[in-house]
């Protein structure tokens, strides 16, 4: 089966929406962080997003509030609004043994960066893999659409994610989006790709800029640019 290249909007709204029904875990003190982590180390694949706290006023932006991480059968959602990005965390971010799958990577290593430095590794970006198979399309929204037949609902994008209580709809959406990744990831690998090769296995490392390089090491007001490096393994069926 070949997939198509685009989708429009009219279609992938008459789709039935995607949902994960696995086990949502909200991790929003510091104490919860290690069963997390000691679970998700146990898998070799797992879903990767982030969520923030959107802006109406021009000029105010927020951090990352929320990291999602998902095996095929349980969600985490790292509430980095209420806890630290802490050293757990980014041995899972940095690991090259665990594959983590996302959508625009790069923006959600950004992201994280803002928190705090670290290298992350073994990341996989569907917007770099789709197009292996003839896929145009970027968004996961019309991704999930074309690959797996289900559209993925971003009614809660633009929601508080900085909120005292996350809502259900929040979970669920937030679970979904990382939990799908997984999902695309195999609707891909079951077909054969119009370009033979491996996945692209992404790294991301923080170095200062020029004009960083002349201030204290620890300023706050230090600034960075991002390296990516991209390396291969052999993982078409």
């Known amino acids: 089966m070949m997939f198509r290249s685009t989708i429009d909007n009219d279609t992938v709204a008459s789709m039935e929406a995607a949902r994960f ?5 909200v991790i929003d003190s510091d104490d919860l962080v290690d069963a997390a982590c000691d679970d998700l180390e146990r898998h070799d ?13 021009a000029g105010v932006s927020y951090k990352v509030s929320l990291l999602q991480l998902s095996t095929p059968t349980t969600c985490y959602l790292f509430r980095l609004c209420r806890i630290r990005l802490s050293n757990r965390i980014l041995k899972l971010l940095g690991s090259k043994r665990i594959l983590k799958i996302g959508a625009d990577v790069a923006g959600d290593i950004h992201s994280l960066h803002a928190l ?10 569907l917007q770099n893999e789709a197009s292996r198979w003839g896929i145009e399309e970027r968004s996961l929204r019309k991704l999930s659409a074309i690959i797996l037949g289900m559209r993925v609902s971003k009614a809660q994008r633009l929601s508080n994610w900085e909120a005292g209580m996350l809502t259900e709809q929040q979970r669920d959406y937030a679970a979904t989006d990382a939990w799908v ?9 079951r077909e054969k790709p119009l370009v033979e090769g491996g996945l692209n296995i992404l790294s991301f490392t923080q170095q200062p800029t020029e004009k960083s390089k002349h201030t204290h090491k620890h300023h706050r007001g230090h600034r960075h640019r991002v390296r990516t490096t991209t390396s291969t393994i052999n993982s078409d069926k």
Do not use: M, N, Y
Not at 48 to 56: G, I, M, V
Not at 116 to 124: H, L, N, P, Q, T
């Open 21 to 25: 029904d696995g086990r949502i875990v």
């Open 45 to 57: 694949i797992i879903g990767f997003d982030t969520e923030t706290r959107p802006s109406f006023r």
């Open 116 to 125: 705090r430095e670290f290298k992350a590794d073994g990341f996989v970006d």
């Open 181 to 189: 990744c997984i999902k695309i990831l195999e609707g891909l690998q």
